[in-house]
């Protein structure tokens, strides 16, 4: 088990919170509850439902958490609380009342990305002089550079991710639907330690060409090529990890070749990672190696996302995104070719960026596995 966060650590974060607010020009931050709320204090009400709960942020002032009368216990057991004022507001009270008290109202303020819309609406009605911004238009690095504990609970998550990998090549495909096999892997990832399976991508023949496929009924057969994608959260952290399998040791010459390609493009974004390089243009490279091969048109997803609290967050590794790489950051590579109506590949690796380059947190081998 990974050390518990602390409340230092917390007053540490709320602190460089303010301060990365204030010189973003910000009066201040508003922090719903998600994975914003979890990094800044360590509480993740059991619920996230249509009672406001909200901790503001502003330079100059204690940071102050609002939750609802019925919640304060819950809050009060998290480990960041004790670095916060708690604010509490009752069923039958206007709660954006509670809030508007610990709001400049002249100041504009960074709002979390996953802010209820009828929050965000109240205090807007509250307080018509307030402006609001997402944290991921003006703050996308809040929570992009991981501590070192942070960096050992994603390489934990990413170790098991590679045991689900290993266990799910022994399994048989053939025969079975992509459901079965997508069950398989949900149920490695909690084998291996995860708490939470966000996503087990099983897309075999054409349906390895839609990115973003599932799992549907679609019986798996030999000579297929099966894109597997698969992430969730342990100890809090993220997961997330391609491999591209074969049904059977008869591989296409097709199907070699363009895993041969996103396998090079991979590496070859992976080698270029080091700090000060921007985040587009890992992007670039990959692309230009695809592009090169003669399938630029089909690499129709962005290279890579940041992973953290949730296994997708800013910044994203995508053509226009200009900031660079910072020890500490964390994200996929995630290069692919999806050809329409007949089979996909694609390579995932978690990544983080070292003083001198990058680390792998995904170690499975690359190379098209066969499966029975
Ligand atoms: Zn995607
Ligand atoms: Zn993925
Ligand atoms: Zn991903």
């Not at 502003?58 to 670095?83: C, I, Q, S, Y």
């Not at 084998?191 to 799992?215: I, K, L, M």
């Not at 296409?252 to 985040?279: I, K, M, N």
């Not at 091969?293 to 992973?307: L, P, S």
Request: net charge negative; with cysteine; charged share 20%.
């Amino acid at each position: 088990m990974p050390r518990p966060f602390t409340t230092e650590d917390y007053t540490a974060r709320l602190a460089r919170a303010t301060a990365e607010a204030s010189a973003a020009g910000l009066a201040g931050l508003v922090i719903a509850p998600g994975p914003d709320l979890a990094y800044l204090c360590g509480y993740t009400p059991t619920a996230i439902t249509e009672r406001l709960t909200a901790l503001v942020l502003t330079a100059g002032r204690e940071p102050a958490l609002v939750v609802p009368k019925l919640e304060r216990p819950d809050a009060e057991k998290a480990a960041g609380t004790p670095a916060l004022r708690l604010l509490d507001w009752t069923d039958g009270e206007d709660q954006y009342a509670a809030v508007t008290p610990l709001l400049d109202p002249a100041g504009r303020y960074g709002v979390s990305d996953n802010a209820w819309a009828m929050h965000l609406l109240g205090l807007q009605a509250a307080l018509p002089g307030v402006g609001f911004t997402s944290l991921t238009e003006t703050l996308p690095m809040l929570r992009a550079v991981k501590d070192v504990e942070e960096l050992e609970r994603l390489a934990a998550a990413g170790g098991a991710a590679d045991a689900a990998y290993r266990g799910i090549l022994e399994v048989e495909f053939a025969g079975r639907r992509e459901t079965d096999v997508a069950a398989d892997l949900g149920a490695l990832l909690i084998q291996y330690g995860h708490s939470q399976v966000d996503f087990t991508v099983v897309g075999s023949g054409p349906n390895g060409a839609d990115p973003h496929h599932e799992a549907d009924e679609r019986v798996i057969r030999p000579g297929d090529t099966v894109v597997l994608d698969f992430g969730g959260l342990k100890d809090g952290y993220g997961s997330d990890t391609t491999r591209t399998v074969h049904v059977s040791p008869d591989v296409p010459a097709e199907v070699q070749r363009v895993h041969d390609v996103v396998r090079l493009a991979q590496q070859t974004a992976f080698e270029a990672v080091r700090p000060g390089v921007g985040c587009q243009e890992i992007d670039r490279i990959a692309r230009r190696v695809i592009t090169e091969a003669g399938y630029g048109e089909y690499f129709i997803h962005r290279t890579g996302h940041g992973i953290g609290l949730t296994t997708h967050e800013p910044p994203y590794l995508v053509e226009g995104e200009e900031r660079p790489l910072v020890p500490g950051m964390c994200f996929s590579i995630e290069p692919g070719i999806y050809l329409p109506g007949r089979f996909g590949v694609r390579i995932e690796d978690i990544v983080t960026v070292t003083a001198t380059g990058g680390r792998r947190l995904n170690n499975t081998p690359h190379e098209l596995a066969v499966v029975s």
